[in-house]
């Protein structure tokens, strides 16, 4: 939970313990065997309620999140009724008197297009509703009014007034981080759109050039280069999961690699080096491949910097993925051209132009994003000296899981 949420509860929590009732209804009494002063029970309580209707709300302002958010909320106020609303009509209605239902759009009106909370007359004439007043509070997020919370009871009460107020202000940050995830998720798949869009024409036509060159040669050949180019094109441009595992990352990086020796032959030379135990350690999808793609291109697709390669010695690329304890080390290791240090630093600080070393920079920062900035990419160059690049993947982290 956030400081502004937690701050929201808070307030909530001294408005409940302080007063010790809301709307003539008492706290229950503990038992003696309870550890603590009522004010803590009811903190505690409030603060456990609140916990349970918060993960629904990370999913944005939807009938389905009000559904199940709506029971905890009113139990958070105490009062008899609560609804959500979004712009256009009531979400949800949870409590007694579901008939004042059709009338909440007409008296929240303001509240929408005005963004101030309002307090009403319920205006019923069935003599047995308990509701007779309500106040009605907006949900926004960004300076934008996605909705309202209604809440209902017996009489008119200035603490139920202040009480929504500060449960709808937990709403809205609960709201907010919905956005923030939504905000988050878009700019991955951004991220994953620039990556594909490095699998450029230009490296599709090399592919399918050098795999026709075998067609009357060695047809068999060239049979199996057009199923793995298939193949690493489908899991290049899949549309599910923003994650993948290890295993399949490599399996694609051995495709990849498949096309650049159908077309570089004895000028690129490839070791791997695996531990099987690291295969099911889930990662960010196309995390690994734009890594070895900047080896070859950088190596054998014109260098920035050519450097001389004795009795044109093929340029060695090593790939191992090992077993680090808690963590999964991966390190992409070429005897290239390397670039300086201080070109590399402005390539990762996204100084470098709009396409030079896109693979760099949006691997590391999507690494960061994911595990924090422990876990940005580890560089070694220098000019002449090829490249080290070193991956750290935790082998468990909430929310990470291969699709």
């Given at each position: 939970m956030t400081g502004a949420g937690i701050a929201a509860v808070a307030v909530l929590c001294l408005l409940l313990s302080g007063t010790g009732f809301l709307l003539g209804r008492t706290?229950?009494?503990?038992?003696?065997?309870?550890?603590?002063?009522?004010?803590?029970?009811?903190?505690?309580?409030?603060l456990h309620t609140a916990s349970l209707a918060a993960p629904p709300l990370r999913a944005g302002l939807t009938e389905e999140s009000a559904?199940?958010?709506?029971?905890?909320?009113?139990?958070?106020?105490?009062?008899?009724?609560?609804?959500?609303?979004?712009?256009?009509?009531?979400?949800?209605?949870?409590?007694?008197?579901?008939?004042?239902?059709?009338?909440?759009?007409?008296?929240?009106a303001g509240v929408l297009s005005g963004g101030r909370d309002a307090a009403f007359d319920s205006g019923c004439d069935d003599l047995d509703c308990p509701l007779r007043w309500a106040v009605a509070v907006p949900l926004t997020v960004d300076h934008r009014v996605l909705g309202t919370l209604v809440a209902y009871a017996p009489r008119e009460s200035a603490v139920l007034a202040r009480a929504a107020g500060e449960v709808a202000r937990w709403v809205c940050v609960q709201l907010e981080l919905a956005e923030l995830d939504r905000s988050r998720t878009q700019l991955i798949e951004a991220e994953i759109k620039a990556l594909r869009a490095q699998i450029s024409p230009h490296f599709i036509f090399n592919s399918l050039a050098a795999i026709a060159s075998f067609v009357r040669t060695d047809p068999e050949r060239a049979r199996e280069l057009l199923l793995e180019f298939a193949d690493f094109t489908r899991y290049s441009f899949r549309r599910h999961g923003e994650f993948t595992t290890l295993a399949d990352e490599l399996h694609s990086i051995d495709q990849y690699l498949a096309l650049a020796r159908a077309r570089f032959g004895e000028r690129l030379s490839v070791t791997?080096?695996?531990?099987?135990?690291?295969l099911p350690v889930s990662l960010p999808f196309l995390c690994l491949q734009p890594l070895v793609e900047n080896a070859v291109k950088h190596g054998l697709e014109g260098a920035a910097v050519p450097v001389a390669r004795a009795g044109d010695a093929p340029l060695r690329i090593t790939i191992s993925a090992l077993d680090a304890g808690a963590e999964a080390e991966v390190v992409i290791e070429d005897d290239g051209s390397g670039m300086e240090p201080e070109r590399l630093?402005?390539?990762?600080r996204g100084e470098g132009g709009a396409s030079v070393g896109i693979g760099l920079l949006n691997v590391d920062e999507r690494l960061r994003q994911v595990y924090g900035d422990d876990y940005g990419l580890v560089i070694e160059t220098g000019v002449g000296a090829g490249m080290r690049i070193t991956v750290r993947l935790p082998k468990y982290r909430a929310g990470v899981h291969g699709s």
């Open positions: 706290v229950r009494p503990k038992r003696t065997s309870d550890v603590g002063t009522p004010v803590e029970h009811a903190t505690f309580a409030t559904r199940r958010s709506a029971r905890g909320l009113r139990s958070l106020l105490g009062t008899d009724a609560l609804c959500l609303t979004d712009r256009d009509r009531v979400l949800v209605w949870d409590g007694e008197g579901e008939h004042h239902g059709r009338d909440v759009m007409h008296h929240v791997l080096q695996v531990a099987p135990e690291v630093r402005r390539i990762l």
